[in-house]
């Protein structure tokens, strides 16, 4: 019985709490204009570009490739590791590939 409530407690404890931290940084378009003042979704969350074209949204920590929609086409991301509590990364778009090229 102790073996039983201690291996309940093991797994209860491991699936704790997810961890989320903040994804910010820039979008540029392909001739290096910023992508100002435009409605983004990032994994599901609608977020607005500020006038430099930075953005911020909560994501759970993880590594993955992002889904992104703007102005209603949908990109997806290099990998990309969220961590808390901020991750910063710019990006660039890419039309043709329908991809947002990480910016180091």
């Known amino acids: 019985m102790q073996k039983m409530i201690l291996c309940l407690l093991l797994v209860l404890l491991s699936c704790g709490p997810t961890s989320a931290g903040i994804l910010g940084g820039r979008i ?8 100002a003042k435009t409605e983004i979704v990032i994994e599901g969350k609608h977020t607005m570009t500020n006038e430099f074209g930075g953005y911020a949204v909560e994501l759970t920590d ?8 703007i102005d209603g086409t949908a990109y997806t991301s290099e990998r990309i590791t969220i961590y808390t509590p901020r991750t910063k990364q710019n990006w660039r778009l890419s039309h043709k590939e329908k991809k947002l090229i990480r910016i180091r």
Not at 28 to 35: A, T
Not at 62 to 69: I, K, P, S
């Open 62 to 69: 993880g590594e993955r490739e992002l889904n992104v929609v």
């Open 28 to 35: 540029i378009r392909e001739d290096g204009s910023s992508l």
